[in-house]
């Protein structure tokens, strides 16, 4: 393994360092980049899903010598794949996404976490969001629950909002949430694919 980016862990055969800690195999999905966001509210800082090496947040502000300036991971005990890290600027909070790979639940729980990050270089997750019935949603065919959140990017028809997050989640679709107070999130929308029956209907959280 060698460390680029300021401390990412990139594997290479043959390396001399100790391997991070990996997951069982069905679950391993590896570390490297995947969602990468750089916002006009701090354009030195780069913040990255980086897959099973969890959360980064990186300083940008000189592209010659990039530094990690924030980690945080789940991985293990739960199954990998950070897939976006969504700062909230004027609270101090990070909005930070899993993305289920695998079919019909096999890689559940994948969540969607928010994170205290008033004190940046050590952020600590204070909540979950609300997620959908296991029984209901699982088994109703492909992929099962977190995965894309809206970004807040910048622009005249961008929704922005540091309070409502929206989301995609697979079969379990699109949902809106409520994170006045990060400690008591609430699910205001949920619209999803496919009729269901009344009696998973009566299931839902």
């Not at 995965?147 to 910048?154: A, G, T, V």
């Not at 005249?156 to 997050?165: A, G, K």
């Not at 496919?194 to 998973?200: K, M, V």
Request: aromatic share 12%; hydrophobic share 40%; glycine share 8%.
């Amino acid at each position: 393994m060698r460390l680029v980016a300021g401390g990412i862990p990139e594997l290479e055969v043959g390396d001399p360092e100790p391997e991070p800690t990996r997951l069982p195999k069905q679950f391993e999905t590896g570390f490297r980049a995947h969602n990468t966001n750089v916002f006009p509210q701090r354009p030195d800082r780069a913040y990255i899903g980086y897959i099973d090496g969890g959360a980064f947040v990186l300083d940008i502000s000189d592209k010659s010598n990039i530094k990690v300036v924030s980690k945080w991971n789940h991985s293990p005990p739960f199954n990998g794949f950070i897939h976006t890290v969504l700062p909230l600027f004027d609270r101090g909070l990070w909005i930070v996404s899993d993305e289920c790979v695998l079919d019909n639940g096999a890689d559940w729980p994948k969540l969607v976490r928010v994170l205290d990050a008033r004190q940046e270089g050590n952020p600590a997750p204070i909540g979950t969001f609300p997620a959908p019935s296991y029984k209901a949603f699982a088994k109703r065919g492909g992929r099962f629950w977190a995965h894309n959140l809206h970004e807040n990017l910048p622009g005249p028809c961008s929704f922005v909002s540091d309070h409502i997050i929206i989301g995609t989640f697979f079969n379990a679709g699109v949902r809106v949430y409520d994170t006045t107070n990060p400690l008591r999130l609430r699910r205001l929308l949920a619209m999803f694919p496919a009729p269901l029956s009344c009696a998973h209907l009566e299931q839902f959280n």
